[in-house]
């Protein structure tokens, strides 16, 4: 597998990303880089460590898009960024796809740009995953979809489904519409309408109807479907949520405890940092012809291995995705035709 | 003050609704009600207890809308159902203000027929509070309209700032809108113009800009402005995630102490129960021309007590309703005529 590499994204970038890199090419003699990034920047740390010159291709650019800059300004004023030569290289095929742990708004913006989507796909979503009672949830879209249409929610149920069978080994996916009531009549027009679409379509079996916000750490269903900004409030208030409550336990138990204070300090500490980090790991941008991992700003070397370790699933994911999307087509023709 | 009740709304009315009323009556000699309800399942109640007839009216209706029916159907099958009763009496001046624990849309839908709004204001929100590190912050609107224009967020920046001064006694309440993004460019049409209608309007000293989900809880601002849906997605996630971070603490860190076991179980069950019921509390639907206090589904009769005596302060808090749409009103003619 041949992957893009943003070595400029991340908030401590390029130094952790391109110590990921190596440390990836050490686990998987299969794999070869292209770290785009800014000469001056990236040469000397790539010259300080051992690596194989034929698996490591470099390309410079000065065109760095800042973790906090408008994705459109960017856009606009940095075509030649590093986010978008990666694009460019996945879009030329010269790579099965690109990591970056940068502004998330701006990959995506580059993905839409580019329009290498995978047949049949409107638009792609990023899915995130949930810690819940049971175990994990995905919930699509996160932030790459603003604005979508019921179709495009309808096919993030699938883009869900593909990824849940595939990554996680559940054969039969149930999927959720985020929603601020139980029946079908409930909320916008847009959840109204979506919620017709899976009624109707090849997903009927596995729709499971609407969840609410109390339901995602329930663990209710596989996929939640949501529109990107509720996604990427509701992903973001979970981590803000957590953090306060495991802040305000300490703050009350410790205090109260003697003799098992350091006992309960270290269940708290694991139990955080395990939930806290199980959102920091690479987020797929689903519905790409190619893979497209977005990684967390604070991403370190070990995040930037992980991600680039995952990234070969995501061609079985994309196969799935195909799968679904042309079952739901077929279907929906075949419903068309009687 | 004169209040109508719903007896009828709540998942165990009208018992504790009834028996709220009553523990009001007795703490409030200025206080008189009107109970609405169905005559069989109110009348038999209020017999058992010892009450004032001169201050306690009752009101029958058989029509009762049920905690999960649709707004719009209820609305229309049920037009005199115990909600819409007490939006009438209300809209006729017998009552200053109305207490349901019934279904949230239904009342929401009962005070948009009725339209009886203070001066200037153009759609009423839900605000309900959220417990911080620092205190609490009010969010709204959590559910009341779910398409929302920018100059109805504006105008629940104004509710929410004449809520927390009058309610929460801080004279200079600070406003952030919820958003996908730290800087004014980013997030939907909606967050992009509201966010100018904050920057030069009457709010522009106290609104902070945006917030991100993550925020919520780390009680960065007062008030925080957002439209329905989300709101009402954001406040049942903060719901979910505490219950499930409190059990996963407790799973985790229970069974790994011994003498200490029991006070760490306290401050836990402690800790839980004054956060969740933080958020049982009656909810005001703000903008409304008299009170409207929306209570959980699951109030007990110390919920509806509290409620009751909380109707007061928001005659207070509509008078600076009026105050801060009316300075909003002037700034804007001002600026506009310079």
Redesign the interface.
Known sequence: MRLAIDAMGGDDAPGPIVQGCMEALALDPDLSLVLVGDEPQVLPLLEKVDYSPSRVNFLHTDQVVGM?E?P??AMRRKPKSSINLCWSLLAEGSVDGLVSAGNT?AVVAGGLKTRRFLEGVHRPGIAVTI???TGVSIMIDA?AN??PKPEHLLQYGMMGVAYVKQVLGIANPSIGL?N????D????SLAKETSLLFRNGSLRDAYKGNI???????GLVDVIVCD???G??????????????????AM??LG?????RQ??EE??F??YNR?HHSEVGAAPLLGIDGVCLIGHGASDARSVRNAIRNAKIYTEVNRTILEEISHGIRTTSGAAGT
Chains 1, 2 share one sequence.
């Open positions: 906090d408008s459109g300004t708004g810690p819940t009672m932030g603003l604005n985020m601020i009531g139980s029946e009549t409930k909320g916008t609410e916000g109390r339901d995602i750490c329930r990107g900004f509720v990427n409030a509701l992903l973001k208030c979970c981590e803000g949520v957590l953090d306060f409550v495991v802040k305000r336990v009350e138990l109260n405890l003697n003799v098992e006992k309960a269940v708290l694991g139990l939930y």
